[in-house]
């Protein structure tokens, strides 16, 4: 039986629709059908496409969408270049640019909070700052003796045991000492006892008193200068113990001179600081003997212009132009005839020779609501010589965190203000000390105002409070109090520099007029006649009216910073702001996205499999829509997909049959065919 010629052919094809095709829903509801013609070529075109962008199924295929659609140099021609060789460089080179990148822009982020310093140089009308003038010595000696009779007396004898015999000196020290003893009893010495160490002998001392050796416990602390270092076979100090003598402490000295203006000055302190501070007011010096003459820009001036200030350690100290004053004095022009000019009486006879041991009064420049430390920044003035002082004013304004660690009026500062003064590091320091002290000793120091309920240190109330003292501030010193890192500086300060002269004053010449008429003149103070030792000049002007102002502003700004992030990007990867953001939504939103879409569907399939309830499973028999080779789609299979379908089990693929051979063979298509040349017989 014959077949058509193209039946064989398509027998093939008929086949593999039958066995291997999946059925199509023909139902009226079908998506496929619903649709035009044109819209189901889409549909299907658009389900075959490889899905690639932010919904791509893959990390390595989002990489590869956003390399080849990303404006960023580099990163594209990682994908598009041929050869591993091109790839690697690429990918070196993006790299490098990326690391470029987040380096400068680091430097940039924390070179952010810098400041830059412009200074500007004024010439105007300047305000005429405080002036404090103290009398180095702080109380009339002859005032003060009573009280200090028996300290000077057992100073004075340990003077004499220790330089006052140079031979027989061992015979004559006992003589001395047992003559003292008779007619007092040291109570001074025996309070902290003066001590002679021989570098000879170990662990054992001299008493100044008795004159017997003692053996010395506990730490040695030698305060010597850094500087210079005497060598000497004998060094002098004095011992200091707590309340149960159990911990002690020797302070030595390497000039006996120092170690008994130390020993003199604790002793002088307990003493004076049990003493009310109206009667210290009344044996100090007052404003009119202080101050013999005034005159402030060419006007004349005394002691009703001055404010009393009293110190601890200086006595009355007296301040032109202060903050009580209803004005501030200013001056208009610059020169030693438009400043502060006075004369002072030093009145050297009223000194306490153990206290001080210079002539002369200290001043100190500050502002008016500053606290004047006299014993940290005092200038000292010299007798019968003419001190000038040229001043020029430079005015510093500083910012305040994240820039730097300054305060602006100390409030952020966690340390109470004790002194009735503008917030500075000096007042902090000081105020962090002596409230240390009152936690620690249980008293104030006496050189330092006193804080709120705490009174000053005195050996009645408070026994061991020099050893308390001295240990308090040597870890001061060390820095283990911690008032070093809590104390800020301010952000702003005035400060005068000044530049000092000296010439002698009065002149021979001068004198015999000058120190008559100031005696006259000072008749009703003093009654003595002056001599210039007793005398001292001070003036302290303005060199000039130019006033430099420090000030520090923001280096860097918002703005700023987005232009150099802009600048960076551009230069090293060509990038914008923009690219930025698509960085950040691939790297950071669609990469997590994926992660989280496999987690999502590895939970869901492991939550189908616990739920599913256990069956045995039979032996599948593979079907043609099982075979992993075959794209399971609705389109017709092509040729080339036709021939690398495997065969059906069970079956058998038909193959071309051979030719029939008698198809072959030529027939007639007429049983009867006349020649051409045949005449049939019925013609």
Avoid at 350 to 364: H, M, R
Wanted: with cysteine; proline share 6%.
């Amino acid at each position: 039986m014959s077949s058509a010629p193209g039946s064989l052919i398509h027998e093939p094809w008929t086949l593999w629709n039958r066995e291997h095709a999946r059925p199509q829903k023909s139902g009226p509801h079908s998506p496929i059908l619903a649709m035009a013609p044109g819209e189901k070529i889409k549909a299907k075109i658009k389900k075959n496409l490889p899905v690639t962008g932010p919904q791509a199924p893959t990390i390595k295929e989002l990489m590869r969408w956003y390399c080849l659609n990303t404006n960023t140099h580099g990163c594209r021609r990682i994908v598009v270049s041929r050869g591993r060789l091109r790839r690697l460089l690429w990918i070196g080179f993006t790299l490098t640019a990326v690391a470029l990148i987040l380096w400068q822009c680091a430097l940039l982020v924390f070179s952010f909070y810098t400041v830059s310093v412009s200074i500007k140089v004024h010439f105007r009308k300047l305000d005429f700052p405080a002036v404090t003038i103290c009398n180095i010595n702080p109380y009339k000696y002859s005032a003060v003796r009573n009280l200090l009779a028996d300290l000077e007396q057992e100073t004075r004898e340990a003077l004499k045991s220790l330089y006052g015999f140079p031979e027989s000196r061992k015979r004559r020290e006992a003589e001395s000492w047992s003559s003292v003893l008779e007619g007092m009893q040291p109570r001074f010495s025996h309070r902290i006892p003066l001590l002679i160490f021989d570098q000879y002998e170990k662990g054992k001392a001299r008493d100044f008193f008795t004159g017997r050796k003692r053996k010395v416990d506990g730490r040695i602390i030698h305060k010597a200068s850094n500087v210079m270092h005497i060598e000497s076979k004998q060094v002098v100090g004095f011992q200091l113990c707590s309340n149960d003598t159990s911990d002690c402490a020797t302070y030595t000295f390497s000039s006996g001179i120092n170690a008994i203006q130390e020993w003199y000055k604790l002793h002088y302190m307990n003493i004076m600081a049990q003493v009310p501070l109206e009667k210290k007011i009344n044996m100090s010096y007052s404003a009119e003997e202080l101050l013999v003459t005034c005159f402030f820009d060419g006007v004349s001036c005394d002691a009703r212009n001055f404010t009393l200030f009293h110190h601890p350690m200086h006595g009355n100290c007296y301040t032109f132009n202060n903050r009580e004053n209803e004005t501030i004095l200013s001056t208009s022009m610059g020169g030693s005839e438009y400043g502060l000019q006075v004369i002072l009486y030093i009145n050297e006879e009223e000194y306490n020779p153990f206290l001080v041991s210079s002539t002369g009064a200290k001043v100190i420049i500050h502002r008016q609501d500053e606290y004047p430390f006299v014993e940290d920044v005092g200038t000292e003035i010299e007798t019968a010589m003419v001190t000038s002082i040229g001043m020029h004013l430079t005015e510093s304004f500083k910012l305040s965190e994240p820039y730097s660690q300054c305060t602006e009026d100390g409030s952020d500062v966690p340390i109470r203000n004790i002194y009735n003064a503008a917030y500075s590091l000096q007042i902090c320091l000081h105020s962090c000390f002596q409230t240390k002290m009152v936690e620690k000793c249980g008293c104030a120091q006496y050189s330092q105002p006193l804080p709120p309920a705490a009174n000053y240190c005195n050996y009645q109330q408070h026994p061991n409070w020099m050893y308390c003292y001295y240990q308090l501030h040597r870890a001061f010193v060390q820095e283990e109090l911690g008032c070093q890192s809590v104390c800020k500086e301010a952000c702003s300060f005035k400060e005068w520099t000044l530049t000092t002269s000296l010439a002698q004053w009065p002149s021979v010449v001068s004198e015999k007029w000058l120190l008559p008429v100031l005696t006259w003149d000072q008749g009703r103070q003093i009654n003595k006649k002056l001599n210039k030792t007793d005398l001292a000049k001070l003036l302290i002007f303005y060199k000039d009216l130019n006033q430099r102002s420090i000030m520090e502003s923001p280096a860097n700004s918002i703005e700023m910073l987005l232009s150099n992030f802009g600048g960076q990007l551009g230069l090293w990867m060509s990038c914008s702001v923009v690219c930025v953001i698509e960085i950040i939504e691939v790297f950071f939103i669609d990469f997590f996205s994926i992660i989280a879409r496999r987690q999502w569907q590895k939970a869901k399939e492991w939550w189908a499999r616990k739920q599913a309830p256990p069956c045995p499973e039979a032996p599948r028999s593979p079907q043609g829509q099982d075979n992993p080779a075959l794209d399971i789609d609705n389109d017709l299979p092509t040729f080339n997909s036709a021939l690398h379908l495997p065969p059906a089990l069970g079956t058998q693929v038909p193959g071309t049959p051979p030719p029939k051979y008698n198809t072959l063979r030529l027939e007639r298509a007429f049983s009867n065919q006349l020649t051409d040349t045949q005449i049939l017989d019925e013609l």
